[in-house]
């Protein structure tokens, strides 16, 4: 008892709805939060909300419209096949700068799904499905015209488009002017309760749907009108063996939120507006973000450079010895004189002298690490462990104090002045080469000049 007085509230409410829309737009609400179309509405924050129960004991037409052809007056309703069980519908819609959203929460014990995608007039709506009509303009009588879309879901996934047709509005033998296998772009995820084609108990299904404006031909902005009807397809027996349309249709159930069976026709669709206003954000859509976007990740990716690079030049500069910390012994840049006769050398000496010529010889190259160990055919690890043991110090280091030995006799001498040196040894900035030269020497290039001091 309880349970029935509940139904007849809800038809009561769904009633007097269908009577207010016609005089108020319902407000579609913009919705701010990011939506996944996975079949989940637990995203979904600000979104207009209507529920519609199947409670009908005959199919009924919309004011003006004659119901399919098979069900005239002659019918005999009897005949009928009445719902196994009844549906409850939660349908809920919004929209963003980009689309406008569909989701549907529908509560069926009973899951079919049979009629597969084919022929001319594919028969999908007699599965178990929600279908949203969409009047763009705001504008159609009644017949479809190129301004209205049908898109239809079935529980197995499946989908139709259709769009009203010019030539077919003026043809008296159609109700319902409108072609399928419409290239329109839109996302749907169906997740469904239970198992559809079988005899057990289900609990029903959600539907979540995403339509781009731009898909339908429109710019969304607040205020807009289109006309909507969301409808529920529902079929509670086994289609098995049945070959006649006629026949399938018997056993299939359509309802609307107005209450009615049969679709199709704009001037019984409800009028809504779209409410709510997008943030500031959201505007910057389509090129203007793309813009942005690209100004700032260019932006940011030059300051992580010259961040990463200043930071290693600090490091580098950092791990460059001072002139005295060097030990005397040590072979760091050697003149070539025959004042004294040659020391005798360990094995690490030897190789520091080899590279040191090499460098020596080749001091207006970019020389690495790898291409040093290479030409003193040992491994660079070798290299690294030498000239840690014997300098403490790394090899690109050793190559620097090779160069910068070079570059204070080069000063010393006159030969170029601070910037014409840098470039003359490899440098390519001469501000960095000054402040790897006073890091090893104590003083910059130009108080070294000044000096003139002939002694090394």
Not at 206 to 233: D, H, Q, S, Y
Not at 426 to 436: N, R, T
Request: net charge negative; glycine share 6%.
């Amino acid at each position: 008892m309880r349970f029935g007085f509940i139904i007849f509230l809800l038809f009561v409410s769904t009633n007097l709805w269908s009577q207010n829309t016609s005089v108020l737009p319902i407000q579609i609400p913009y919705n701010n939060s990011d939506i996944i179309v996975d079949g989940n509405l637990d995203e979904w924050n600000n979104y207009y909300q209507q529920i519609f129960v199947d409670t009908g004991q005959r199919l009924h037409n919309a004011p003006g419209h004659q119901l399919m052809a098979f069900f005239d007056e002659s019918y005999d309703y009897s005949k009928t096949f009445l719902p196994l069980s009844r549906n409850t519908v939660d349908v809920r819609i919004c929209w963003d700068i980009s689309n406008l959203y569909f989701g549907f929460i529908v509560h069926d014990s009973h899951l079919w799904a049979q009629n597969i995608i084919e022929g001319k007039y594919p028969e999908l709506h007699l599965n178990d499905g929600t279908e949203i009509y969409i009047d763009t303009k705001n504008d159609s009588g009644e017949k479809m015209d190129i301004n209205d879309y049908q898109f239809m879901i079935d529980i197995s996934g499946l989908n139709l488009v259709f769009r009203g047709d010019r030539e077919l509005i003026a043809s008296d033998s159609f109700a319902s002017p409108k072609k399928s296998g419409q290239n329109i772009f839109f996302q749907y995820h169906v997740q469904v309760n239970g198992m559809f084609n079988d005899t057990l108990a289900d609990t029903g299904y959600t539907t979540e749907v995403l339509i781009p404006f731009a898909a339908i031909g429109l710019t969304p902005k607040t205020g807009m009108k289109i006309r909507l009807e969301v409808c529920n397809n529902d079929n509670d027996y086994n289609l098995d063996g049945i070959d006649s349309y006629d026949k399938k249709a018997l056993r299939y159930w359509p309802f609307n939120w107005l209450g009615y069976c049969d679709f199709g026709y704009p001037d019984t669709w409800v009028t809504a507006q779209l409410a709510g206003e997008p943030k500031w954000f959201d505007k910057l859509s389509g090129n203007k973000i793309r813009s942005w976007f690209t100004f700032y990740a260019i932006a940011l990716i030059i300051t992580v450079l010259i961040i990463s690079l200043l930071l290693l030049r600090m490091k580098r500069i950092k791990r460059l010895p001072a002139r005295v910390e060097i030990k005397p012994s040590k072979v760091v840049y050697i003149k070539k004189q025959n004042i004294e006769p040659e020391p005798v050398l360990s094995d690490n000496d030897k190789i520091l002298r080899k590279a040191s010529d090499f460098l020596t010889k080749h001091y207006q190259e970019n020389i690495g690490s790898e291409k040093l160990a290479k030409h003193l055919a040992v491994s660079i690890r070798t290299l690294q462990r030498i000239t840690r043991e014997e300098l403490d110090v790394t090899p690109t280091n050793f190559i620097y104090m090779v160069k910068l030995n070079l570059a204070a006799d080069f000063l010393k001498n006159h030969k170029g002045n601070v910037s014409e040196t840098a470039y003359e040894f490899g440098f390519s900035d001469p501000g960095y080469f000054s402040k790897l030269f006073k890091k090893h020497f104590g003083v910059s290039p130009i108080e070294y000049m000044e000096k003139n001091d002939t002694n090394l």
